[in-house]
C-alpha cells in the first residue's frame, strides 16, 4: 500500500531523467502514489503514460530540453538517464563521457541557477573497480577499471563539489545488480535467464559459476531512492540486497521458480571478470534509512510473473 501523502509531497516536484526506462518508470510510479507531482525528460517517448506526469522527449546533452525539463518550482532532479554499457564505454569513451559526465555537469550547473536544491545520482560499484572477494563499503577509494566506472566516479565528485560550494544536497545511489518486472527488454543475466526458462533454452555461464554478483529488486531501488530523497542526506550510499549469490545459485533459484530445466553450458570466462560483488549496505540504513526487503526467491517470482505477462507462456505446460 502506497504512504499516505503529506501537504508538502502534494507540493513538490521531482525531475526524473531517464524516466521512461526500467528503473525510471517504478520511480515515477511510487512518487506519484505519493502526490508528488513529477517531470519525466527522457529521449525514447513512454511506452504508456502515468496519469499527472509531464514528459519532456528529447536528449539531454541538449540545452533546450534541459531548460523545458526543468520546470521552475522543481525541489530536486533524480538522475537516472546515463549510458550505463560498461562494454559500449569501452569502445566509446568519449561518448560515454558526454552521456554521464557533460550532461551531469550542465544538470547541476541548471539545478544551482535555478535554485534546485536537492539532486540524486544512479551511480555504480564499479567506481571502486575490482576488489576480488572482500566487502564494498562507501569508504574504499575511487579506482574504477572502465570508462563506465570512472565517469560515474567524475560524477560523484561533481556532486559532491556543488554540495560543499553551493549548499546544495547531492547523495550518489550505487546501485548493484537491478532486476525485477518491467526489465523484459534488458540484457542482463536474470532476463537472459528469465527468456531462457520461457523458450526452453539454457543459458551460458562464464567459468565455473562461482562467481558471486549482489542483485537488488527493483522495489528496494525505488525505496533507497525515496528513502535517499526524503533523508536530505549529502555523500554516499550503496542500494543492494547486502546478500551476494554465486551464479549456479541464481540459476538453481529460477529453477525453483520456473519449474523449467535451464540447463546450463559452461563457457571461458571473459578477460576482466569480477570474483565477486559483495557489497555491505549497513552504513545506508543509518544515513538514509534504506532498509532491503525482497528476498532472492521472491524477487525472481515476481520477475518470472511479468515475464510469463509480456511475452507469452511458451512451452507452458
Known amino acids: 500500500m502506497a504512504p499516505e501523502m503529506t501537504q508538502e509531497q502534494d507540493r513538490q516536484r521531482v525531475l526524473v531523467t531517464g524516466g521512461c526506462g526500467f528503473i525510471g518508470r517504478a520511480v515515477v510510479t511510487a512518487f506519484r502514489r505519493r502526490g508528488t507531482n513529477v517531470t519525466v525528460v527522457d529521449r525514447e517517448p513512454p511506452s504508456e503514460k502515468i496519469e499527472g506526469v509531464t514528459y519532456v522527449q528529447g536528449e539531454l546533452a541538449d540545452a533546450g530540453v534541459r531548460e523545458a525539463a526543468v520546470l521552475p518550482g522543481t525541489d530536486g532532479i533524480v538522475h537516472l538517464a546515463a549510458l550505463t554499457s560498461v562494454l559500449r564505454s569501452v569502445e566509446q569513451p568519449t561518448q560515454t563521457y558526454a552521456d554521464n559526465v557533460a550532461v551531469t ?38 579506482a574504477p577499471l572502465t570508462p563506465y566506472g570512472a565517469t560515474k566516479a567524475a560524477c560523484e565528485m561533481l556532486l559532491a563539489g556543488y554540495a560543499g560550494a553551493y549548499g546544495m544536497t547531492t547523495c550518489a545511489l550505487r546501485f548493484t545488480n537491478v532486476y525485477g518486472p518491467g526489465m523484459s527488454h534488458k540484457d542482463s ?125 511458451v512451452g507452458a505446460a
Not at 567506481?127 to 566487502?135: L, M, Q
Open 189 to 313: 543475466f536474470v532476463p537472459r535467464m528469465m527468456r531462457a526458462a520461457l523458450t526452453g533454452e539454457g543459458v551460458r555461464v562464464y567459468g565455473d559459476g562461482e562467481q558471486r554478483r549482489d542483485l537488488v529488486h527493483v522495489d528496494d531501488v525505488v525505496g533507497g531512492t525515496l528513502a535517499a530523497w526524503d533523508s536530505g542526506y549529502t555523500g554516499r550510499a550503496i542500494i543492494g540486497s547486502g546478500r551476494s549469490v554465486s551464479v549456479l545459485e541464481m540459476i538453481e533459484t529460477v529453477r525453483e521458480v520456473t519449474g523449467r530445466a535451464l540447463p546450463a553450458e559452461h563457457v571461458p570466462a571473459p578477460g576482466g571478470e569480477m570474483p565477486a560483488v559483495v557489497v555491505d549496505v549497513s552504513r545506508s540504513a543509518e544515513t538514509i534509512g534504506y532498509k532491503p526487503s525482497v528476498g532472492l526467491t521472491e524477487g525472481l517470482t515476481s520477475a518470472w510473473r511479468y515475464f510469463l505477462d509480456q511475452e507469452g507462456q
Open 105 to 142: 555537469q550542465e544538470l547541476l550547473e541548471l539545478a544551482r541557477v535555478r535554485e534546485v536544491g536537492r539532486f540524486l545520482l544512479a551511480s555504480t560499484n564499479a567506481v571502486v573497480g575490482d576488489i576480488g572477494t572482500a566487502t564494498i563499503t562507501e569508504d574504499l577509494p575511487l
